[in-house]
């Protein structure tokens, strides 16, 4: 069985055992780290994700935090008054041994390295909670401080009272939002 994990911003075709350099992790020598971001698993049934394969992981342990090859970037301008100019760096890696690929039954609570690579994503909804940003102006940041004031549905909002506006201090509630919950409320 394989996977393709995705990692870095780079995809790597993974078998249990394989050794991979991959970009800097945060995490040390000995500690066993999840990656969630699994794009496809391969084998006798294989299953392509779209975008991502749920509830599939891959285990891994990391060996050791090396440097790559040194790189070196030379620029050169042609003709006359031309400059010449060399950099060179060392890419950081994490040296990683796969251990275990999890088709199913992945924990969702991911490690500290997985969750420091990973992108930051928006904020998380409760459950039974709406999607505050289909309000005409209200973004993603809006939306966050409307749940953190307590209004994660529609249904709240709609039932906002002028004197309720003016006591939430977390953010600006503007009448239209009331206005437009009450529609989002009816379905």
């Known amino acids: 069985m394989f996977a393709v994990l995705k990692t870095g911003g780079k995809q790597y075709k993974v078998q ?3 050794i991979l350099r991959i970009e800097k992790l945060a995490a040390d020598a000995g500690e066993t780290i999840q990656f969630d971001e699994i794009l496809m698993l391969g084998g006798d049934a294989p299953v392509v994700g779209a975008p991502l394969v749920d509830g599939a992981a891959v285990k891994a342990e990391v060996i050791d935090q090396i ?3 040194k790189l070196i970037h030379f620029v050169k301008r042609r003709r006359k008054h031309s400059s010449k100019r060399t950099k060179g760096h060392r890419q950081k890696l994490t040296l990683i041994k796969i251990t275990e690929i999890l088709a199913s039954g992945a924990t969702k609570a991911a490690p500290k ?3 420091k690579a990973a992108p930051k994503a928006a904020p998380a909804a ?3 909670a ?3 940003t289909q309000l005409t102006g209200v973004g993603p940041a809006a939306a ?3 749940n ?3 209004l994660t549905s529609f249904a709240q909002i709609a039932a906002l009272s002028d004197d309720d506006i003016a006591g939430i201090d977390a953010v600006k509630v503007k009448p239209e939002w ?3 919950a009450k529609d989002l409320a009816k379905g």
């Open 148 to 150: 953190d004031a307590g």
């Open 144 to 146: 966050k401080k409307l």
């Open 178 to 180: 009331v206005a437009q």
């Open 126 to 128: 409760a459950a039974g």
């Open 16 to 18: 249990a055992g394989d």
């Open 113 to 115: 390295a997985a969750a």
């Open 130 to 132: 709406d999607d505050l």
């Open 67 to 69: 440097k790559g090859e």
